[in-house]
Every structure is written in structure tokens, then in C-alpha cells.
């Protein structure tokens, strides 16, 4: 069966970096259109990444320059590799399947000095 399991989340000062691995299973990983999404507390859920087979890749504005997403076929694992972290970046982060609708567990980021 597919699945996503999310890694590298934490506790970060502002300015800090963090770099989030998804190891996926169950499926040919390098078909597939991998997304970054995350939740705030009390906000809408918010799409923050995708990355297409080619490894075309597109950006929330909220994080363009910033956070970057990336593939390693080999591995079967996206990365999310967010610098000059800041506080409103704080949120659950999951790695999304779109095709299917399949969602890892999610992982906390939190930025806070």
C-alpha cells in the first residue's frame, strides 16, 4: 500500500534552515507529481510545493526564494529544503500523493526564538 512517512521537523529559531526528507512506498515514485502542503493552526490548509516527474517545480509566493522541494527517483524521497525560516512558517508539514489523494502523517515545524 502507499505510503508517505515526513521527517526532519523541529523547533527553529527565525533566520534558521530546516530541510523536511518523505520516504514513499508502495507505489513508482518517479511517475508521480510529489506536493508539499502545511496547516497552521486556525488557517487554511496551504499548498507549499510541487514537484513534477522532470522535476519542474512550483512555489507558494509565501515561500518562493526560500524553501525549495527536490527528488531523488533512486531514493524514493521529496525533500523540502526551507531556509530564513520565520515564524509564520510554523505549521504541520505533509508530503501529498496527489494522484490518489494519499497523505503522510505530517510533521511539525516550529519557528520561534
Known amino acids: 500500500q502507499v505510503q508517505l512517512v515526513e521527517s526532519g521537523g523541529g523547533l527553529v529559531q527565525p533566520g534558521g534552515s530546516l530541510r523536511l526528507s518523505c520516504a514513499a512506498s508502495?507505489?513508482?515514485?518517479?511517475?508521480?507529481?510529489m506536493t508539499w502542503y502545511r496547516q497552521a493552526p486556525g488557517k487554511q490548509r496551504e499548498l507549499v510545493a510541487t514537484?513534477?516527474?522532470?522535476?519542474?517545480?512550483t512555489y507558494a509566493d509565501s515561500v518562493k526564494g526560500r524553501f525549495t522541494i527536490s527528488r531523488d527517483n533512486a531514493k524514493n524521497t521529496v525533500y523540502l529544503q526551507m531556509n530564513s525560516l520565520k515564524p509564520e512558517d510554523t505549521a504541520v508539514y505533509y508530503c501529498?500523493?496527489?494522484?490518489?489523494?494519499?497523505w503522510g502523517q505530517g510533521t511539525q515545524v516550529t519557528v520561534s526564538s
Open positions: 501529498v500523493r496527489t494522484n490518489g489523494g494519499f
Open positions: 514537484i513534477t516527474r522532470g522535476g519542474a517545480t
Open positions: 508502495g507505489f513508482f515514485f518517479a511517475n508521480y507529481i
